[in-house]
């Protein structure tokens, strides 16, 4: 046990680090090969600090092992939204523009509905068993392809800022493919871990998912976002979150069920998805509402989130015990 919570934390580390180094290196290739800095920003960076969920969810396809593939998504936008904007808010008020209001998060609302629906076969189709199938993968890809066309015409309309490279083409093109197998080989122990870890404790593998793994897989968020939040710049804090809860959605569930197989939970997961829609939901009434997500807000974040993680600990060892 004590050793596969060691493999774990060191997992975490070489899956962030790798994350990290992914993305700084990326973004000198591009920064070289003349491609506007705000299109770094938006697809390079936003890919990057979702690269630990996408390689831990295609690991955990893989491996047929899709209570952590769902686990992991869910609980990283739960995570996101609930804690870390929470926590950012808290720090200082989080100012929301008119566009993310009206555009980015009432599509970030779209595509978590969209999942739900998709999870509901036996409810809303003739379905035997609740999954997202391959043609399902394949209609939340093209959700993905429309936020990739908005993320480049903004790109195309907005101002772009200088960013510094540190790095030569050839040392750019060498970290970029050194930091893509720290995130391959990091996500690939931390699946291999965290299911040790959960037949060693008895409890389900969705419930380590929603909990140990959704946490590790949100640290570059969270560790963006309150850094953000305490240099004033609050747009970062927001968008950083709900453009990576778009990808996880978008592309760490649409592409494995897509080209790698179906994804079927073993257990309900209809609590934990009415969880993540709420937060999108709350989300967007606190930004509508004076826009910006105030302190209250904030904790009012925080409340659910500490109420939803308790109901969960609960319940699993009441399943225990």
Excluded: W
Excluded at 133 to 146: A, E, H, N, Q, Y
Excluded at 164 to 180: F, R, V
């Amino acid at each position: 046990m004590l050793l596969q919570v060691i493999i774990l934390t060191i997992s975490f580390f070489v899956l962030i680090k790798g994350a990290d180094t992914f993305v700084e290196s990326a973004s000198a290739v591009a920064k070289h090969l003349n491609v506007p800095d705000i299109l770094i920003g938006l697809t390079i960076v936003a890919f990057g600090t979702s690269a630990p969920e996408a390689s831990v969810s295609i690991r955990a396809v893989l491996a047929e092992n899709s209570d952590m593939v769902l686990g992991n998504i869910i609980g990283s936008n739960i995570l996101n939204i609930l804690l870390i904007l929470g926590i950012s808010s808290i720090i200082a008020p989080i100012r929301v523009q008119d566009s993310t209001i009206k555009k980015e998060i009432p599509f970030l609302f779209l595509v978590s509905l969209l999942m739900g629906i998709l999870l509901m076969d036996t409810t809303l189709g003739e379905g035997t068993i609740n999954m997202i199938s391959r043609s399902d993968g394949f209609v939340i890809l093209i959700f993905f392809t429309i936020f990739i066309y908005y993320l480049v015409t903004l790109a195309k309309n907005g101002q772009s800022e200088e960013i510094e490279t540190k790095y030569s083409l050839k040392q750019a093109i060498l970290y970029t493919i050194l930091g893509l197998a720290a995130i391959v080989i990091g996500g690939d122990y931390v699946v291999d871990s965290a299911t040790h870890i959960a037949v060693y404790l008895g409890v389900g593998q969705k419930f380590i998912a929603l909990t140990i793994v959704a946490l590790g897989t949100s640290l570059p968020e969270l560790v963006t976002s309150i850094t953000a939040a305490r240099k004033g710049k609050q747009d970062l804090a927001i968008g950083n979150v709900i453009g990576s809860n778009i990808f996880n959605i978008c592309f760490v569930a649409g592409f494995p069920a897509a080209f790698l197989g179906n994804i079927i939970p073993s257990t309900s997961v209809t609590l934990d998805l009415i969880v993540m829609i709420l937060a999108t939901v709350l989300l967007f009434f606190f930004s509508y509402s004076n826009k910006k997500i105030s302190k209250g807000e904030g904790i009012s974040f925080l409340v659910i989130f500490v109420l939803y993680y308790g109901y969960l600990i609960i319940s699993q060892l009441g399943g225990i015990y």
